[in-house]
């Protein structure tokens, strides 16, 4: 009887040590950790940002059966509406994943704003060589020294300027216009070499400060300017192409440390996919809206080679001063 008592016992010792070591494997298919995360997304549940975010908890819960699931929250509701404080909150790991634009990041490190230095890119096709190139990869690095690990970059896109005045074709055409500008230092030092007047307020004052002839005029990617029917009080867009909207899609770097190799590879592999479709909707959608803002009413204008150096001569200064923040090598590395 004593026999057969211990015998029970070590089989159901080895039954609990084969289990407990395949609960720990991290694999899908003999079931490893198990995951509810959060993600938050910027904009509402109709852009592209969100449409990504929720092909990637998808695609997560379709891979690993279940065992991980990602809840996605527009707006930026879970930091109360505070984009900066929701890529803080991403690299302390109180929010499991983000996309957020290397603007906001800005906050947490000024070496961010080199992704949106003015007149860097001339078009897309050098976007894609320096984000797939040197530029994407140091901007990782920096992205892992604060608490982030990247998984791709997504599109908000160009940022081009409108207003109610007149045509911008020349730096002279922008002297005494009251931008809205965002609330990042960089934007201020290079809406003053350009001669406006610039201001920040949240964009939900936009439209109304427009309406109402309090500024003249603002700054943003065609999503923004269309989704946001600035065409109904601004007349005049200019297609130059200033300054670059890059977003991150990342997730908190202490949490991915810790989770398996597997789900490493897995993570890596569908945060790069779900970030290439908001790149590939963001630009389909955009020559739409082009199309549609034309349509309605707005004068677009594209500047030649030589006005665009015009611009970029006139805000050297803002190069000058912001080297040393970026750092030479970094600013060479996103230099197509």
């Not at 407990?20 to 991290?26: H, L, P």
């Not at 003249?216 to 192409?241: A, C, F, K």
Request: with cysteine; charged share 25%.
């Amino acid at each position: 009887m004593k026999k057969k008592f211990i015998s029970v016992l070590l089989l159901l010792f080895i039954v609990a040590f084969v289990s407990a070591c395949s609960s720990n494997s991290g694999s899908s298919s003999d079931g490893g950790e198990e995951y509810e995360l959060q993600m938050s997304v910027t904009v509402n549940d109709s852009s592209t940002w969100y449409q990504a975010a929720e092909k990637l908890a998808e695609d997560l819960e379709s891979e690993t059966d279940g065992r991980i699931t990602m809840e996605v929250f527009p707006n930026e509701q879970l930091s109360g509406g505070d984009s900066g404080k929701a890529v803080e909150l991403l690299s302390k790991g109180t929010i499991d994943l983000t996309f957020n634009s290397t603007i906001i990041y800005s906050i947490l490190d000024e070496r961010f704003g080199v992704a949106s230095a003015p007149f860097l890119f001339k078009d897309l096709d050098e976007v894609d060589q320096v984000f797939g190139g040197d530029g994407g990869e140091a901007l990782k690095d920096i992205l892992r020294e604060i608490g982030v690990e990247p998984l791709g970059y997504g599109q908000n896109g160009f940022r081009q300027v409108t207003n109610s005045v007149h045509e911008i074709k020349s730096p002279a055409d922008v002297e005494g216009l009251k931008m809205r500008i965002p609330g990042i230092t960089m934007y201020t030092d290079l809406w003053r070499e350009l001669g406006a007047d610039p201001s920040t307020m949240t964009f939900s004052e936009v439209f109304t400060s427009l309406q109402q002839n309090t500024i003249d005029g603002q700054e943003n990617p065609i999503d923004v300017i269309h989704s946001s029917r600035l065409e109904e009080v601004q007349d005049y867009i200019t297609m130059w192409n200033y300054s670059y909207d890059p977003l991150v899609l990342g997730i908190n770097k202490e949490l991915f440390d810790s989770m398996s190799e597997e789900d490493q590879e897995l993570i890596t592999k569908l945060g790069a996919e779900a970030a290439e479709y908001q790149v590939e909707l963001a630009r389909d959608k955009e020559a739409e809206q082009i199309s549609e803002l034309e349509d309605k009413g707005m004068q677009f204008y594209y500047p030649t080679d030589e006005e665009l150096t015009m611009f970029k001569e006139t805000v050297q200064p803002v190069y000058d001063k912001y080297e040393d923040i970026w750092g030479a090598d970094l600013l060479e590395a996103f230099t197509p």
